[in-house]
């Protein structure tokens, strides 16, 4: 009986075996993680570089006083929007009314003597004809005629420099725009005749340039060709400003610097902005992502899909036995919102795991469930 219990009890854990084998191997195939993957696509990209600039009002004009005086009105705040032709300044006048008033009395006077000279000579010129004055009173009247004649002409310079010095003295805006405020509390009198006093400056906010200098030989070499590629995607450039504003901008390609300065190794390059919303205002800082290059194979994985660690940048990418590897890449600018340009590290068709990539390790045999 012993030597039976023996033999059962081997035939037993025998046959036992199998079973645990065959439940191991199950427990695996069931234990595949499922991953959401995609493959690395190609599509032809327009690259970008990035610069810092600020924007520059297309037109800008200093208000200056042009009289001397007391100052006795301001018709706005700083800030405000001014339409051309808005009173913006009131200088006394009263000195300049009184030179208007002379001017013009003086011309009265250059008036009635000139009818007089012209009557007078007229007059002595029929004498003539009877011998009844000499030549030379004729050639005295002439010239006394012709006299009051320069002097209506002076008369009229003069009324017209009294008109424009009265002028002078309500300064309206030449432009619409916004525009600063006026000379500081306490120097309310000044003293334009000298030299014109500044007061203001207006801003026209309808349209900006922005303003930014750039030194990537490539980027260069890509405007300045006559038929290049740059050609084609200079318009509509994406602008960036430091603070997030309701609505996006973006520039016309403008200008190009003829040449490079020498003293900095930059090209000035200018875009033009609207201003619609009328949210940008001069001297904001902004950065501007310029095209400079259309690569027609470019890599692209999903964004979201791309982790980094103190190596870089990396994808976790399955392999042909659907194990995870851990795949270190080179990247490029973000195409989209969502895609990024892979540089270096994959190849086109490569399948990446797109989910949960906290959940999955280097070495992971995983279930790939392929998404778009």
Do not use: W
Request: with cysteine; aromatic share 8%; proline share 4%.
């Amino acid at each position: 009986m012993k030597k039976t219990y023996i033999l059962s009890s081997v035939l037993t854990v025998a046959a036992t075996l199998p079973a645990c084998h065959g439940s191991h191997n199950s427990s695996d195939s069931d234990g595949e993680m499922p991953v959401d993957v995609a493959e690395a696509t190609v599509d032809s990209v327009v690259l970008h570089k990035t610069y810092p600039g600020y924007l520059d009002a297309l037109e800008q004009v200093e208000i200056v006083g042009r009289a001397s005086g007391q100052l006795t009105g301001t018709y706005f705040n700083g800030g405000d929007h001014v339409t051309k032709g808005q009173v913006l300044f009131t200088i006394e006048d009263t000195k300049y009314r009184d030179a208007v008033t002379q001017a013009q009395a003086q011309l009265e006077t250059a008036k009635s003597t000139n009818a007089y000279a012209s009557s007078h000579y007229q007059a002595v010129k029929k004498a003539l004809e009877s011998d009844a004055v000499s030549q030379m009173e004729v050639n005295q009247a002439e010239s006394a005629f012709h006299e009051s004649e320069a002097a209506i002409k002076n008369a009229q310079a003069a009324l017209q420099t009294a008109l424009t010095q009265l002028s002078y003295c309500t300064v309206t805006a030449p432009i619409s725009g916004t525009i600063t405020s006026g000379i500081p509390y306490g120097h309310d009198f000044i003293n334009g005749e000298a030299s014109p006093v500044p007061l203001a400056t207006i801003y026209d906010n309808s349209a900006f340039n922005a303003i930014f200098s750039i030194e990537d030989e490539q980027y260069i070499n890509l405007v300045n060709e006559e038929h290049g590629p740059g050609k084609a995607i200079m318009s509509k450039v994406p602008l960036t400003f430091s603070e997030k504003l309701p609505h996006s901008y973006f520039g016309d390609l403008s200008y190009i610097a003829p040449s490079i300065d020498k003293s900095t190794g930059t090209m000035v390059v200018k875009c033009v902005v609207e201003n619609p919303y009328n949210e940008l205002r001069n001297g904001m800082y902004l950065t501007i992502d310029l095209p400079y290059s259309v690569d027609p194979k470019a890599i692209l994985v999903k964004d979201s899909s791309i982790g980094t660690d103190q190596l870089g940048k990396y994808l976790y990418v399955v392999n042909d036995s659907d194990k995870v590897v851990y795949t270190t890449v080179k990247v490029g600018e973000l195409v989209n919102d969502s895609m990024r340009v892979v540089n270096e590290g994959i190849a086109p068709g490569t399948r990446y795991v797109t989910k949960a990539l906290l959940k999955v390790r280097d070495g992971m045999k995983v279930k790939p469930i392929k998404t778009n």
